[in-house]
């Protein structure tokens, strides 16, 4: 089955930790993204990548960060300079982000982050 | 900068009644606006998606409607049933950044039977 696995579904923040949040796809896309979701707001973005081995800051960087050595993966790690972590955390690709047609994101199940 | 409006906050209808979603944006440069279904605690599920050049996409049971100059976009629901309840929202592609999508912050429905 093709589609975005996200793991952990939920995961522990102790203060100052840094911790990562996994997203693998097997859908042979280009691009991919990270947002965050809170309580009765929509997704931000965090940040995105077009393609592998380059990534751009989303509108809420500041506090995280990424990495792209691989097509298929796209982790987030969530550092202890994120002062407000806990939040419902979604990966999407796509297959390309570069394309002005017809092009959908495909969503993860997210990741839930609370912090202890 | 653009903004995503989605009214109402929240929605509860018996079960059979036909329901509209509405979703404004302030900026009509857009490349396609998309409605997405998301159940509680779980990812984004899209619907439809409209490009800027059209006015209507249809599946099943919903309509999407498009008026870009106005900014707004409906999601008509017809005959709905308890498994619609969910969280519906709206997201436009933005000409400026590529393939970045604008959220609102969702409608929640529920489907009373």
């Known amino acids: 089955d093709g589609g975005i696995t996200q793991s952990p579904k939920y995961l522990f923040r102790k203060e100052g930790q840094n911790v990562t949040l996994s997203c693998e796809q097997n859908?042979?896309?280009?691009?991919m993204y990270w947002y965050r979701q809170d309580p009765g707001q929509g997704l931000r973005l965090i940040y995105y990548s077009q393609i592998v081995n380059d990534f751009q800051k989303g509108d809420i960087a500041e506090g995280y960060s990424v990495s792209r050595e691989k097509k298929e993966s796209f982790p987030l790690t969530v550092t202890s300079a994120q002062k407000n972590p806990t939040a419902f955390y979604l990966c999407?690709?796509?297959?390309?982000?570069?394309?002005?047609?017809?092009?959908?994101?495909?969503f993860g199940p997210g990741t839930r982050l609370l912090v202890l | 900068k653009q903004e995503v409006t989605q009214i109402p906050a929240a929605l509860s209808v018996p079960e059979g009644e036909n329901l509209v979603l509405n979703c404004s944006f302030t900026?009509?440069?857009?490349?396609?606006l998309q409605w997405f279904r998301q159940d509680p605690g779980k990812g984004l599920t899209s619907l439809l998606l409209i490009q800027s050049s059209q006015r209507e996409q249809t599946s099943g049971r919903l309509n999407a409607s498009l008026d870009k100059s106005s900014g707004r976009s409906t999601l008509y629901i017809a005959a709905s049933q308890p498994g619609d309840s969910a969280t519906y929202l709206c997201?436009?592609?933005?000409?400026?950044?590529?393939?970045?999508?604008?959220f609102g912050a969702g409608t929640i429905l529920r489907v009373k039977s």
């Open positions: 997201a436009v592609r933005q000409v400026e950044y590529g393939n970045k999508l604008v």
């Open positions: 859908l042979n896309h280009d691009a």
């Open positions: 999407a690709s796509s297959q390309s982000s570069f394309s002005a047609g017809e092009e959908t994101q495909y």
């Open positions: 900026d009509s440069a857009i490349y396609n």
